[in-house]
């Protein structure tokens, strides 16, 4: 065929793709008619009488602002906790996310909501279209469900392959901005932030390419900000609901899905079982109080959906609640601050704050991914022009080791192909062994100027203790940086069956490739990242 009538079919086409476009606005006259299925009325409850609560009533007072947190450190018991909780849920379960990905563990655990919703739960499902880059994920299924609803927040309104990404180049300021936030919220008392989003990479550790990351379990009062937050974007005019995407009214593929669940009880029969026997153990640990919480008091923050909307000068000019909250914690620490950042580019003014916190008195130990482990080289492409100055400060700074066996508490084989490999996926901080920050933002300019991200500030000695020292712990597989005498980066780090340290005078488990791409990448402009 040759390539004048290729262009003329496509041309031709055209109309034909403007057939699959959905709404971008609720203020879309598509919508009219829209009655949600989950309203405030499923909220009228007391969050503080349902059995979730119950179980730690001596703890929980509804009018002293008392929240109990718990670390989530690794993939499995991140999930696992999930679906206990989905199991435990009585009233309302609320799930927000950037990236679901349609994979095993995804279905397994939309699985565990439709079980949920069959018991009368009602459930909110709130994905970022980028995220999901697909308006046929099962999850948007479940919308048919009388007690689930499903939206898609931020969408791309020509669903099209072919016109997908082009439609960039016309509504780059939106379309560039995404919803980072991620909520797990259970019957309005209990909720799990961090950095993990929805797929197997984040839960499961054989995968080739797996998220090293945290997340925390919170109950209490801290859950109803979170709650106002979800509410926040659920109603915002970016939020469209899945009944107007095609793919998600499809009868026969919700039978399919249905069919797929099923069969996974009937030819699993004894992974099945096993998987609920750990579930159940779970629930019984929460209820018996088995859990390790540590008491004391929060805030969750939040940036607001108009976030995407603003301009790209409003953008960078844009100081929000989380930006201002940062500062104000570095400004009131007198001694130690402990960061586990998966991308960390501080920007010139950050750089200089730190520089002069660590000249006060201040130290900070930071972790960061190296160029091997990282899946964002461009990211890491800025950070070096960092790394030097707040090494020369006297800050201490590693680089987390590319392989599989920095999963806590894993041991792997080191010998690994690049395709497998673990990537530092966390966003945590530690001010003066007392105050704890985790959540979705990342110190980096994609963060504080275009996404919208959530974290949670927590005040307690003892939660403070044991992130630090989760920190600590991965400073033990990661790569110690630091600077020879003409100021270039040197790598010290042990692997296990090492009895002397290895030292590297270039990346660790990198190939020249790899090095050469990071220096294109630093290419691009640094708030473009």
Partial sequence: MSLIKKVAIWILALPLMGCTTVPTTTNDTRLNGYTPKVTTNDFNYNPYKTPIAQYYATDLKQDNETSGATLIDDGLSAFIIRSAFARMATKTIDLQTYIYSNDFTSKVLIGELKNAADRGVKIRILLDDYGTKSDIVDVTLLNQHPNIEVKIFNTVANRSKLLY?????????????????????????????????VGSNYFYPETASNFSDTDVLFLGDMTRYATMSFNEYWNHHLAIPASVFPKAKSKRAMRKLEKTFANLEEHSTENVRRYNTIISMAIRDFKQKKFDFSWGR?????????????????????????????????????????????????????????????????????VTNSLASTNAPTVYAKWEKYREQLIQSGADVYEFMVSAENLRGKEHDRERKQSSFSVLHSKTMVFDDNISWIGSFNLDPRSAYYNTENVAIFESADFADKLREMIIKDTQTSWRVTLNKNNKPVWTGSRPGDTTPRVHKHAPDTSILRRIWKNICNLIPEKFV
């Fill in 165 to 197: 990404y082009p439609q960039f180049l016309t509504d780059f300021n939106r379309l560039n901005s995404r919803m980072h936030n991620k909520l797990f919220i259970v019957d309005n008392i209990a909720y799990i932030t961090g950095g993990r989003n």
């Fill in 298 to 366: 929060g805030k969750f923050l939040a940036d607001p959906p108009e976030k995407v909307e603003m301009t790209m000068t409003e953008k960078e000019n844009y100081r929000s609640d989380i930006i201002l909250a940062l500062q104000h914690l570095w400004n009131k620490t007198k001694n130690s601050v402990y960061m586990s950042a998966a991308y960390f580019v501080p920007g010139q003014g950050g750089l200089e704050h730190m520089l002069q916190e660590e000249k006060s008195g201040v130290h900070m130990t930071i």
